[in-house]
Structures are given as structure tokens and as C-alpha cells.
């Protein structure tokens, strides 16, 4: 079994050839290191081979690992990539540097409130559901659209651009990736400072490449780093 820095040498090999096959820069996608219910000790291989930021989806085994000795020191990136109860909030708004699974507005509000009571500046992205699909969280692209107003006003929060999972099939996947990057040109028309929505996180271990050619600005990437188990 290959150790867990030659899989993330490897991971960085294919994002290189997938963005220059794309005509984009290897510095244009940044990899998420997916580490739900991986153990702290796996963690910190995968920093000290060079990984920096960690996705995490579940909000407890999160704040277990964010005060775990053997992290301690260490400065980890923290990504929440779950989906996020809008009362688990205040657990995590001053630990993560990036929210990727806003999927309601509701959720939003509660974000800007916590953001504000810490006096902190929050970064995030919308989950869009773009397959459909009625087991996956996200809004649906006229709600974005519908609700992009109201999330632009909101203080203290930035919304950064948006996140998906997409369908396992790959020709399907695809579609949806390119649909994510169209909603995001969408949002920048009615933006008052496009500049800030840059951010297109999908891809994951099976289809990341194919999300590169669609635009992807962060791959979300678990199993071909640590592991299927």
C-alpha cells in the first residue's frame, strides 16, 4: 500500500496534467485533503508531506480533532465541507478557515449572527444540488439566484463562490460541473464585487479531473489520499 505522501504526490501529478490538458495553471486548484473519520496521527502525515488544508464533515469528530495533542502546534487549514446544521454554527466559526456547505439561507443568516457576536470575518460557499438528486443537500439554482441579494447584505460574512457533488455517472458529472461554473458566471452579473466569487469547489477522488476541465478552484479529495477504509 502506497504511503500516504506518495498519494498525495500522485494526486498532485494528475492535477498537473488535468489542468494543463485544460490550458490552466497547476497553482489554479488547490487540494483539499477530505479527513472525515480519519484518525489526528493520519492528519499529520499528510502535513508534514506537504498537505496543508484538511475538510472536515462532521462537527464533534471536528472539534475532537481540532484539540487533539497530536495536532497541537500544528497549523492545519480547516475546511467544514459537511453539511452544516445552522445550530452547530457557533461550534465551528472561529476554527475553519473556509465553510464550503451553506445550503440554505437560513444557515447563512445564522453565520452572518455568529460572525458578527465573534467580530470575525467569514468565508463560504454555497452547496448547490446540481444532480437532483433528493438525497443530496444543496439549493437549487433559482433559489441561489433568488436568494443572492439578501446574502450579499449579510455582514460579516463572504460568500466566495459555490461547492457540489456531482452524479457518479461521469458524463453526468461533467454537465454538472459546467452548470456550477455557469451559475457562478450568473452570480458575478449581479454581484456589487464579483471579484470576491472565485471560488468553484468540486471534484472528488473518482471525478476530480473532469471537474478541473469544468473550472474547479478546490478538489475535495479523501479516499485516493488516505484510503478506502
Not at 498537505?51 to 487549514?77: C, N, R, T
Not at 459537511?82 to 464550503?100: A, E, M, T, Y
Not at 456547505?101 to 460557499?125: C, F, M, P, W
Request: aromatic fraction near 6%.
Amino acid at each position: 500500500m502506497a504511503s500516504i505522501a506518495v498519494n498525495i504526490q500522485d494526486i498532485h501529478d494528475q492535477i498537473t496534467s488535468a489542468c494543463l490538458s485544460a490550458g490552466r495553471e497547476p497553482e489554479s486548484v488547490r487540494l483539499i485533503a477530505v479527513s472525515k473519520t480519519k484518525p489526528a496521527s493520519m492528519i499529520k502525515e499528510a502535513f508534514l508531506a506537504g498537505q496543508i488544508a484538511f475538510g472536515e464533515s462532521y462537527v464533534q469528530e471536528f472539534l475532537d480533532k481540532y484539540q487533539d495533542p497530536i495536532l497541537e502546534k500544528i497549523p492545519v487549514e480547516w475546511h467544514f465541507i459537511g453539511h452544516l446544521q445552522s445550530n452547530k454554527v457557533r461550534f465551528i466559526i472561529d476554527k475553519v478557515s473556509l465553510v464550503h456547505g451553506i445550503d440554505r439561507l437560513s444557515t447563512a443568516e445564522e453565520l452572518s449572527k455568529r460572525s458578527v457576536q465573534h467580530n470575525l470575518q467569514v468565508d463560504y460557499l454555497l452547496e448547490v444540488n446540481t444532480s437532483g438528486e433528493t438525497s443530496k443537500y444543496g439549493m437549487q439554482h433559482d433559489e441561489v439566484l433568488a436568494s443572492a441579494e439578501r446574502l450579499f447584505r449579510m455582514p460579516n460574512i463572504i460568500l466566495r463562490g459555490l461547492m457540489t457533488i456531482a452524479s457518479p455517472e461521469t458524463a453526468r458529472a461533467r454537465q454538472e460541473f459546467r452548470n456550477l461554473r455557469l451559475l457562478l458566471e450568473d452570480l458575478k452579473k449581479i454581484s456589487p464585487d464579483p471579484l470576491k466569487l472565485t471560488e468553484l469547489s468540486m471534484g472528488m477522488s473518482g471525478d476530480f479531473e473532469e471537474a478541473i476541465h469544468e473550472g474547479a478552484t478546490m478538489i475535495r479529495v479523501g479516499s485516493a489520499i488516505f484510503g478506502w477504509r
